[in-house]
């Protein structure tokens, strides 16, 4: 085989597989631009309907918004058509649950994390095995004993009930203690116990700065799960003013069939998704490094 | 003797140190007790005694009846002889791996294109948004809307309608309810699953794709001898955690249905039994259900701990 026709078969072999990347490239694209549009689709019908009236909803489907967003924000807020539907007071029990539960959740989390990794104490191993074990039992399990218990000592209808158990987070627990044995030498606390620091100083002034990483991801995390949470808030609260959004949306189900104005029923759910949607689109890149870090060892 | 002294006094001072810790964790096993321990107990205690709200205010038991209420949950109600446990967990069972399969399905293709240096993908951060976004959504406002979605005068049924077609109730049919709640899981999961699953691809050794593409291998033959193989504790690691979330499954049906289980009580889960036993306060029978499900995922997470901790 001489040269030439050596560097003729390599182009040629050359030019298949930049045609074969092309193709892939094509094929690859335009399964992601499916999955893309499939994804936002329902987001788009949602914002779209939100526009429209009770009138037109029920008439013909159109991809174009309406004039009536206005007019069902306000009906939604003000003169709401379903009467499980409180907006202000949902909005306000959601933030109040959603907002305390993750501020204790990653405090004490943090706390705990710290307390284990830093201090040798009697029975430090068991304690911190007892914890990874329990993080595999589902929470459910408790559901009954909870209800139970909130029944005879008549704490249901409390939005305390649905915050403090927040403080015993396993899996915040265990990503904070990953982060710690990362990123703190334990130099540093010697160091601060030399300045006379007392040790709750110490960790209030010296650890959970240098943990401002770890606590603004589970800060989210914790912040959306409590604010998605319907199982256990559905349970415990029957009390139309402390019902949080989930709730809310779940009676609004039950109610839905023909009584209520469609239109509003869009604004609804759009108001409810909204907050996290916003925050989610401002910081999508450390959230979605954030999954990973938590829920795959190593 | 100086020395020893010091030593005996540097030995102190670290003790008095390490009190902090326990001091530290006290809080959280606190509120784990009497929050989640105690209940849990409570739960498996009350399964096996006869204990319920018969009418308001009136309660009957507690009486100790050992095994009964397992053993009743496995008798058949009525006389067409179904199983109400079996057929809600068959239900479950069903409309997760509906879901799970295209979302494990999906989530592998788009994590073998976004590692892929060859195909080096555009874009990746505004794909991953868009695929992640239905996870952060409330579950609940996600079922309402695809119950607005598919509803009888919903978008799309004014489509079939405008072409032609009649009136399809979907949320009265068997098949086309388990459907939509098995998209509606896939829909806000099909995103996390991928980005988990490319974080295990990327901690594959690079060089081993770097040899294979050398020796000439395939994009196929790279994915089924290097990437399926090294992924496969993770993959597991994923599938196993999806069907332990996919057992206790309870937002979606439950809103899409209005708690119902509709039509038949043919999408109804093992969560939502439980809701609906423990919402008429029979403390007994709703913890041997709770017992049974625990039991189930117990032992789908000792695989997991098996196989996480293998390697």
Same mark, same amino acid.
């Given at each position: 085989m001489t040269n030439v026709s050596k560097s003729v078969v390599d182009n040629n072999k050359n030019r298949n597989a930049k045609i074969k990347l092309i193709i892939e490239r094509i094929i690859s694209y335009s399964f992601l631009i499916v999955l893309t549009v499939f994804c936002l689709s329902f987001f788009y019908v949602l914002v779209i309907n939100s526009t429209k009236s009770n009138d037109e909803l029920n008439s013909v489907f159109s991809l174009l918004p309406s004039k009536y967003f206005f007019e069902n924000l306000i009906g939604a807020l003000f003169?709401?058509?379903?009467?499980?539907?409180?907006i202000f007071s949902g909005f306000k029990n959601s933030l109040i649950v959603a907002l305390l539960s993750s501020v204790l959740t990653c405090y004490f989390s943090s706390l705990t994390a710290y307390g284990v990794y830093a201090y040798n104490f009697k029975g430090k191993r068991i304690i911190a095995a007892f914890i990874l074990a329990i993080?595999?039992?589902?929470?459910?399990?408790a559901s009954v004993g909870f209800l139970k218990i909130a029944v005879d000592l008549r %704490?249901?209808?409390?939005l305390w009930v649905l915050i403090?158990?927040? %403080? !015993? !987070?396993p899996a915040t627990y265990f990503y904070m203690h990953q982060y710690l044995k990362a990123t703190l030498p334990l130099e540093l606390i010697e160091a601060s116990r030399m300045d006379g620091s007392n040790e709750f100083m110490t960790f209030n002034r010296i650890v959970l700065p240098i943990m401002k990483p770890a606590l603004a991801v589970q800060m989210i995390f914790s912040f959306v799960a409590s604010w998605n949470n319907y199982y256990m808030p559905g349970l415990l609260i029957e009390d139309d003013n402390k019902t949080t959004l989930p709730i809310m949306l779940g009676l609004l189900r039950s109610d839905a %069939?023909?009584?209520?104005d469609n239109g509003q029923i869009w604004m609804v759910i759009l108001l409810s998704i909204l907050p996290v949607v916003i925050v989610y689109l401002i910081l999508s890149r450390s959230i979605i490094k954030g999954v990973t870090s938590g829920s795959v060892k190593g | 003797m100086k020395a020893i002294s010091l030593e005996r006094k540097e030995k102190k001072k670290k003790v008095t140190y390490d009190r902090w810790g326990l001091y530290f964790i006290i809080p959280f096993f606190v509120v784990y007790f009497l929050f989640t321990l105690i209940p849990q107990l409570l739960t498996i205690f009350y399964s096996f005694f006869e204990y319920?709200?018969?009418?308001?205010?009136v309660y009957i038991g507690p009486n100790f009846i050992g095994f009964q209420n397992y053993v009743n949950l496995f008798?058949?109600?009525?006389?067409?002889?179904?199983i109400d446990i079996l057929k809600y967990f068959g239900n479950t069972t069903i409309m997760w791996i509906v879901g799970a399969l295209p979302q494990f399905l999906i989530a592998l293709i788009l994590a073998v294109m976004f590692t892929s240096t060859r195909l080096n993908v555009k874009g990746q951060g505004f794909f991953k948004t868009v695929f992640y976004l239905p996870n952060v959504i409330m579950a609940s406002a996600f079922s309402l809307l695809i119950f607005q979605v598919f509803g009888r005068v919903g978008p799309i049924n004014q489509i079939i309608v405008m072409n032609g077609g009649n009136t399809v109730d979907f949320l009265r049919q068997k098949t086309s309810v388990r459907a939509l709640i098995a998209m509606t899981n896939f829909v806000m999961w099909f995103g996390n699953t991928t980005i988990v699953l490319m974080a295990g691809i990327q901690g594959i050794d690079e060089s081993l794709f770097e040899s294979a593409r050398i020796d000439g291998a395939s994009s196929f033959k790279v994915f089924k001898d290097i990437t399926m193989p090294l992924l496969k504790p993770i993959f597991i690691y994923c599938f196993i955690t999806s069907m332990i979330g996919g057992l206790q499954m309870f937002d979606v049906p439950q809103i899409l249905t209005a708690g119902q289980g509709t039509p038949d009580f043919t999408s109804k889960t093992i969560v939502m039994f439980i809701n609906e036993v423990l919402r008429a306060k029979d403390y007994g029978k709703s913890g041997a259900i709770s017992m049974i499900l625990f039991i189930i995922t117990g032992i789908l997470s000792l695989i997991v701990y098996k196989i996480t901790n293998k390697d």
């Open positions: 003169h709401p058509t379903s009467q499980y539907v409180n993080m595999m039992i589902p929470s459910q399990l %704490i249901t209808d409390q403090v158990p927040s %403080i !015993a !987070a %069939i023909g009584k209520v | 319920y709200r018969k009418t308001v205010g008798k058949p109600i009525d006389s067409s002889g179904t």
